[in-house]
């Protein structure tokens, strides 16, 4: 090991959010188990075949961050089921790649793939043209059937996104939450039911507190500082996804006009390459340790609370998957605040109000030029 990895090495291990991620990750880790063994937690049996529009058109689903861990499996699994999976990820070469490997396995896979950079707002308003497009060309209905909000980082220093926010707050929330809303009418004007599925973590039950304000999402004054503090960032980006979600099932509910729904799957401790930016002696560790307590899992395994998300019966909306065999247990108490959670939608619609018009403007100004 070079002299300046150990030195990071060392710099991480005394920081406080190492600390945080190590014993407070662990335990609730431990409560979501423990939850799931001691409480009735309900059970929701997955649909065996997802419903078809018509046999020349398969339901169709898009899997944010596709390239690797969970993403991957999640889309190959979809695939089997029958849907015809479109891979969003930022890397065109990952999504080839990614592609050629669920057609090893799966060679009848139906399979496309767009290039996503999720912290760019731009750039999920592309996605939305692209895939318009690509539904007429294919001669499919203008409308998709699953959107599975998968990507996320686990940023260790605080990078700020082409339109100013906080880059793992844009990934993990506000990416999707800006993705969810420019397709929700694709998701609305299905004519079989549609669903979305959220992926969050058990690492929301650790946030006993959030202020909802610019601090949240644009993170500035960490910009100055050296000392980023990744780990509880993390853990309010998992609960605004969160909460989101549960708002967004109770505007529906209320709504009753459509026949969508909305999950959130949180996967338990996975070895993926979401600890990308921890040492890697460390993350190993921390998989060791995660391993000896019985607690971890392969992408294969782990993408089971997402698969019963998205294929448990239509009616189920509102349900937070935990430790697959269909099994859904609560979230935190803070998760099931409705005014904290209004109060998140309403300035997360303001944001992409606002993302909307710059964007608007400026691809009329490159028309005009
Ligand atoms: N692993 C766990 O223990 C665990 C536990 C609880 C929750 N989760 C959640 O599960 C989800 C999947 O994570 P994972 O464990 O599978 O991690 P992973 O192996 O690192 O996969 C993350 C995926 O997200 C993509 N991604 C990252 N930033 C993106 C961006 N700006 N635009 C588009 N795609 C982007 C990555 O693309 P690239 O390949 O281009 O980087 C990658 O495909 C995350 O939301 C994570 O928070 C994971």
């Not at 790649?97 to 996503?116: G, S």
């Not at 998709?144 to 339109?163: E, F, K, P, V």
């Not at 560790?285 to 019985?294: E, K, N, Q, Y």
Request: glycine fraction near 6%; include cysteine.
């Amino acid at each position: 090991m070079e002299v300046k990895e150990i030195c990071r090495v060392i710099r991480l291990i005394c920081c406080i959010e190492f600390m945080r991620m190590g014993v407070l990750w662990t335990i609730s880790l431990l409560i979501s188990h423990l939850r799931q063994l001691l409480c009735n937690s309900n059970t929701f049996p997955r649909r065996r075949q997802p419903a078809q529009i018509s046999a020349a058109n398969p339901p169709v689903c898009i899997v944010t961050g596709a390239t690797s861990g969970l993403g991957a499996a999640a889309a190959e699994a979809l695939s089997k089921e029958g849907f015809f999976v479109i891979l969003v990820g930022r890397s065109g070469h990952l999504l080839s790649k990614t592609m050629a490997e669920i057609r090893e396995l799966n060679e009848n896979a139906q399979l496309e793939a767009f290039e996503v950079d999720l912290s760019s707002f731009s750039s999920i308003m592309k996605l939305k043209n692209s895939l318009m497009r690509w539904l007429l060309d294919m001669n499919m209905h203008p409308s998709i059937q699953l959107l599975i909000n998968n990507a996320g980082i686990l940023a260790t220093s605080y990078r700020a996104t082409d339109d100013g926010f906080d880059e793992m707050m844009m990934t993990n929330y506000l990416g999707p939450f800006c993705l969810t809303k420019v397709l929700l009418p694709l998701l609305i004007d299905s004519p079989v039911p549609s669903r979305i599925v959220n992926v969050s973590s058990f690492t929301h039950r650790n946030v006993n507190d959030m202020q909802v304000d610019e601090e949240l999402f644009y993170g500035k004054s960490y910009s100055d500082f050296r000392n980023y503090p990744f780990a509880q960032i993390y853990e309010c980006s998992k609960l605004c996804i969160l909460l989101f979600s549960y708002e967004l099932h109770r505007q529906l509910c209320k709504d009753k006009v459509s026949q969508m729904s909305v999950n959130i799957a949180d996967p338990g401790a996975v070895k993926t390459n979401i600890m990308r930016e921890i040492p890697h002696c460390l993350s190993q560790l921390a998989f060791s340790v995660l391993r000896l307590l019985g607690i971890l899992h392969y992408p294969e395994k782990g993408v089971s609370s997402i698969l019963d998300a998205a294929l448990a019966p239509p009616e189920t909306s509102g349900m937070y998957f935990f430790g697959g065999k269909g099994r859904a247990i609560k979230s935190s108490p803070l998760s099931y605040d409705t005014m904290l959670a209004k109060r998140l939608w309403g300035t997360s619609c303001d944001i992409f109000l606002e993302l909307k018009r710059t964007y608007e403007k400026s691809t009329l100004i490159s028309a005009c030029d």
